[in-house]
C-alpha cells in the first residue's frame, strides 16, 4: 500500500515565525509533489509543486524535496493568521497513472 | 474562466436513493478524478478517467457509476445510496503528461438520510 505521512498536528506558530510542514512518502519511484491548503468548508487549493531535488520558493512558500530520504516539506514564511488551514500533501506515485495519494494533512494554526 | 463546477453544491437524499453529482470543466483537461473527504480518512479516491470514453477505479469504487461521454463532464452515481456514503465529494481535473497538479471543484456536501 503506497502512503503519504504527514504529522497532523495542530501545529501552532506565532505570527512573522516560519512554519515548517512535513510529509514522508513510501513509493521510491514517486516524481510529482504537491502541497494543497484547504481552508474549513472549502476545497483543496494548489500552493505548490515540486518535481527535483532540492528546493523551490514562490512569494513565502519554499517546498523542499529529497528523494533519497522520501521527504518532502513546505516552509511558509512570515506567517499570517491567514495562512491558517490544512495542508495536504500529494504525491503522484510512479507509473505516471496522474492517480494522487493524499496524506491526511497537517492543521496550521498562526495565533496573532 | 469557469474552471471547473460541480453541481449541485449541497444535496439531501434518502437511502436507496439514486443521485447523480455532476462535474464541468471548461480547460479541456484530459483528466478527470472524483474524490470523497471524510474525517478521518482523508481525500480518497473513487474514479478517475484518463480521457473520453476510458474510466478506471480508484481506492473506494464500491456503490458508485461514474461515464465519460465529452471530455468536459464527467458525472458520478451513487444507483442505490447508504448512509456510509454521506460525505463531501469532490472533482478534480489534470491536463495531460500524468504529472501535472490537479485543480479541484467547490465540492458536492452530500447528506444520505
Known amino acids: 500500500q503506497k502512503e503519504v505521512e504527514q504529522n497532523s498536528g495542530p501545529l501552532s506558530v506565532p505570527e512573522g515565525a516560519i512554519a515548517s510542514l512535513n510529509c514522508t512518502y513510501s513509493d521510491r519511484g514517486s516524481q510529482s509533489f504537491f502541497w494543497y491548503r484547504q481552508y474549513s468548508g472549502k476545497s483543496p487549493e494548489l500552493i505548490m509543486f515540486i518535481y527535483s531535488n532540492g528546493d523551490k520558493e514562490d512569494g513565502r512558500f519554499t517546498a523542499q524535496l529529497n528523494k533519497a530520504s522520501q521527504y518532502v516539506s513546505l516552509l511558509i514564511r512570515d506567517s499570517q493568521p491567514s495562512d491558517s488551514a490544512t495542508y495536504l500533501c500529494?504525491?503522484?506515485?510512479?507509473?505516471?497513472?496522474?492517480?494522487?495519494?493524499f496524506g491526511q494533512g497537517t492543521t496550521l494554526q498562526v495565533k496573532p | 474562466d469557469a474552471g471547473i463546477t460541480q453541481s449541485p453544491r449541497y444535496k439531501i437524499t434518502e437511502t436507496g436513493r439514486q443521485v447523480t453529482l455532476m462535474c464541468h470543466q471548461t480547460?479541456?483537461?484530459?483528466?478527470m478524478f472524483w474524490y470523497r473527504q471524510d474525517l478521518g480518512h482523508g481525500l480518497r479516491l473513487i474514479y478517475y478517467s484518463a480521457a473520453a470514453d476510458i474510466t478506471d477505479k480508484g481506492e473506494v469504487p464500491d456503490g458508485y457509476v461514474v461515464s465519460r461521454s465529452k471530455t468536459e463532464n464527467f458525472p458520478l452515481t451513487l444507483e442505490s445510496a447508504t448512509r456510509s456514503q454521506t460525505s463531501v465529494y469532490f472533482c478534480a481535473s489534470m491536463g495531460a503528461g500524468g504529472s501535472q497538479p490537479q485543480h479541484f471543484g467547490d465540492g458536492t456536501r452530500l447528506s444520505i438520510l
Open positions: 500529494a504525491v503522484n506515485g510512479s507509473g505516471n497513472t496522474g492517480k494522487l495519494i
Open positions: 480547460w479541456s483537461h484530459s483528466y
